[in-house]
């Protein structure tokens, strides 16, 4: 019996145009003047010094700053970059640049779902710091009332099936009870390989019958009987 909702948020819960098309071109615009200006904050710095571990090298500010921008222009999925961005976006949203998007089903049903009882995370690549900053900004209001908790790739990859073992254990619930929701195959192959029951999301094109795991085109198919 599903007693949790996990689910990711690009292609599930939210357009992927609103990230890549919105989000991302934002941080990448505003990238460098932000670590000049930022550079001696203490959560900056953290930040900046993760990249140079990552790195493996002494590299100087401006270094940092180019290897950002190839970490972007790459769409890697890695920790302090997705941390930069999330500093980025949130003073987007306070200017009131844009508003996170989320699909009206995935709210229709966040919200009757957090009524049955039922306790809903969120595990997505960008960090939790931007996770909130989505949903606390939408067109329909602060949402971040529904959700228990948040994971991201501090957690581990979303495409290693460890990562959703390690979500089980921290929300304290079998991986049995937890429905995973994204659209992207190899997360639900490690989500499903850790026990969980999940369902695919495909908003645009075609379903496959004779896919790997269940194709749904929106929340309004999604049962939990």
Same mark, same amino acid.
């Given at each position: 019996?599903?007693?949790?909702?996990?689910?990711?948020?690009?292609?599930?819960?939210? =357009?992927?145009?609103? #990230?890549?098309? #919105?989000?991302?071109?934002?941080a990448?615009?505003?990238?460098?003047?932000f670590?000049?200006?930022? #550079?001696?904050?203490?959560?900056?710095?953290?930040? @900046?010094?993760e990249?140079?571990r990552l790195?493996?090298?002494?590299?100087?500010?401006?270094e940092?700053?180019e290897?950002?921008?190839?970490?972007i222009?790459?769409?890697?999925?890695?920790?302090? @970059?997705?941390? @930069?961005q999330?500093?980025?976006?949130?003073?987007?949203?306070?200017?009131?640049?844009?508003?996170?998007h989320?699909?009206?089903d !995935?709210v229709?049903h966040?919200?009757?779902?957090?009524? &049955?009882?039922?306790?809903?995370y969120?595990?997505?690549?960008?960090?939790?710091? !931007?996770? $909130?900053?989505?949903? &606390?900004?939408?067109?329909?209001?602060?949402?971040?009332?529904?959700?228990?908790g948040y994971?991201?790739?501090t *957690?581990? =990859?979303k495409?290693? !099936?460890?990562?959703?073992?390690? /979500?089980a254990?921290? /929300?304290?619930?079998?991986?049995?009870e937890?429905?995973?929701? =994204?659209? *992207?195959?190899?997360?639900?192959d490690?989500?499903?390989? &850790?026990?969980?029951?999940?369902?695919?999301?495909?908003?645009d094109? !075609? @379903?496959?019958? $004779?896919?790997?795991h269940?194709?749904?085109?929106?929340?309004? &198919?999604?049962?939990?009987?």
């Amino acid at each position: 019996m599903t007693k949790v909702i996990l689910t990711d948020i690009e292609g599930t819960t939210s =357009s992927l145009s609103f #990230v890549k098309d #919105v989000l991302f071109p934002y941080a990448r615009e505003r990238i460098v003047e932000f670590v000049r200006q930022h #550079v001696e904050e203490p959560s900056v710095k953290k930040e @900046l010094e993760e990249v140079r571990r990552l790195s493996g090298k002494n590299l100087n500010d401006s270094e940092i700053i180019e290897q950002l921008i190839r970490w972007i222009d790459e769409d890697k999925k890695i920790t302090p @970059l997705k941390s @930069l961005q999330g500093m980025i976006w949130e003073d987007g949203y306070k200017k009131g640049d844009f508003k996170g998007h989320v699909y009206e089903d !995935a709210v229709q049903h966040l919200k009757k779902w957090k009524q &049955a009882g039922l306790k809903l995370y969120i595990f997505s690549s960008g960090s939790v710091q !931007a996770q $909130k900053l989505l949903f &606390a900004h939408t067109e329909y209001g602060d949402l971040t009332p529904l959700f228990s908790g948040y994971f991201d790739t501090t *957690i581990g =990859s979303k495409r290693e !099936a460890e990562s959703y073992r390690k /979500i089980a254990d921290s /929300i304290g619930m079998p991986p049995g009870e937890i429905l995973f929701l =994204s659209d *992207i195959r190899e997360e639900l192959d490690a989500a499903r390989a &850790a026990g969980m029951p999940v369902k695919w999301l495909i908003r645009d094109g !075609a @379903l496959d019958t $004779k896919a790997a795991h269940r194709q749904i085109r929106n929340f309004d &198919a999604i049962s939990l009987s």
